[in-house]
């Protein structure tokens, strides 16, 4: 079983220009989330999606970021205008129906993000 | 907001002692997952509890969830050096909350296990 794709792993932007992540669930996972690692911080939330529907994205700064999980096709986590303080690694993880009750989240390998 | 204060921030030991990191918070969760994370990759999921008082074992690790569903413990016994990375817990909100479905990370532990 293929795990959770992300790609591409590493990019490097100069400031002012777009970003985009690519993100690719598990099979059969209809759950997908996206987190920040910041140099020396902690994973922080930032979006929460299901096909089609943004589910949670109390965790996205307001502006220049958004999200998409479209009915065809991998996740997408774009950064517009991008700033050196957007340098991260960004994580998608998917998990599945929540047939048990809860949630277990499978983490993708991440994209590390260089704003030059 | 939930928190989850995890302990010690760095841990270095020798191989074959035992060791014990906490995760606590003042919030209720209704899962909580300890992840693993190398250098470069993502976290990898080691465990997770679900039932407050929960114990589960996995090999040499031991994970186990606090009756209230506040707080979690991970103790390994006789640490190896390949037992040296990252370790996260991470806390999923209660259905009906504002945290359903998402998960909140602590700081992270740091383990370094010298042969």
């Known amino acids: 079983n293929a795990g959770v794709m992300q790609n591409p792993r590493h990019l490097v932007r100069r400031r002012g220009q777009e970003a985009r992540l690519r993100c690719s669930p598990m099979k059969g996972h209809s759950h997908v989330y996206w987190y920040r690692q910041l140099p020396e911080e902690g994973l922080k939330f930032m979006v929460y999606l299901q096909k089609e529907n943004i589910i949670d994205e109390s965790g996205m700064p307001k502006e220049r970021f958004s999200a998409e999980f479209p009915k065809e096709g991998p996740s997408i986590l774009r950064i517009q205008q991008v700033v050196r303080g957007d340098s991260a690694a960004y994580f998608c993880?998917?998990?599945?129906?929540?047939?048990?009750?809860?949630?277990?989240?499978?983490f993708g390998p991440g994209t590390r993000l260089t704003v030059l | 907001t939930q928190l989850l204060e995890q302990s010690p921030q760095f841990l270095s030991i020798q191989e074959g002692e035992n060791l014990t990191v906490y995760c606590n918070s003042s919030s209720v969760f209704s899962s909580l997952q300890w992840y693993r994370q190398e250098p470069g990759e993502g976290p990898v999921l080691l465990v997770t509890v679900v039932t407050g008082g929960e114990v589960k074992k996995l090999k040499r690790l031991t994970f186990q969830f606090g009756d209230a569903r506040k707080d979690s413990s991970l103790h390994i016994t006789a640490a190896q050096p390949g037992d040296t990375g990252l370790y996260l817990c991470?806390?999923?909100?209660?259905?009906?909350?504002?945290?359903?479905?998402?998960?909140?990370f602590g700081q992270g532990t740091i383990l370094t296990v010298h042969p």
């Open positions: 991470a806390g999923e909100g209660n259905a009906g909350g504002t945290s359903y479905g998402k998960l909140t």
């Open positions: 993880a998917s998990s599945p129906l929540r047939l048990l009750g809860y949630n277990e989240q499978f």
